[in-house]
């Protein structure tokens, strides 16, 4: 199983950037999907979900500005009208744990900069 994020980088604020996580060894269209971030000093958090029937959720600080999709085996983030705070590594995330709490694979990370 393999999981690599890209599309990070530093951008102002306001911009935008679009993530992908190339995915390989897992049944892509039977796993829910996410992504997660952390940023400087914070606890890793879910910011965005699909589920393999196409069910989305949003975390609010999010809502509004990213957008999540999912094509073939590759997972995306479009990200506009990016704040200082979005600042933070973005982990893609495959196959949720039985009990629903987690996931099962991980990326190893894209780093995001956003700068005012």
């Known amino acids: 199983v393999h999981l690599a994020e890209s599309g990070g980088g530093s951008v102002q604020a306001g911009g935008s950037l679009k993530l992908a996580c190339t995915t390989s060894?897992?049944?892509?269209?039977?796993?829910?999907m996410a992504w997660y971030r952390q940023g400087p000093g914070k606890e890793r958090e879910k910011i965005s979900s699909?589920?393999?029937?196409?069910t989305i959720t949003y975390e609010e600080s999010v809502m509004g500005r990213f957008t999540i999709s999912r094509y073939r085996q590759t997972l995306y983030l479009i990200m506009n009208r990016l704040k200082t705070e979005d600042t933070a590594v973005y982990y893609c995330?495959?196959?949720?744990?039985?009990?629903?709490?987690?996931?099962?694979?991980w990326g190893q990370g894209t780093q995001v900069t956003v700068s005012s």
């Open positions: 995330a495959a196959c949720m744990t039985p009990l629903g709490r987690s996931y099962e694979y």
């Open positions: 060894g897992i049944a892509f269209s039977m796993c829910g």
């Open positions: 699909i589920s393999s029937d196409g």
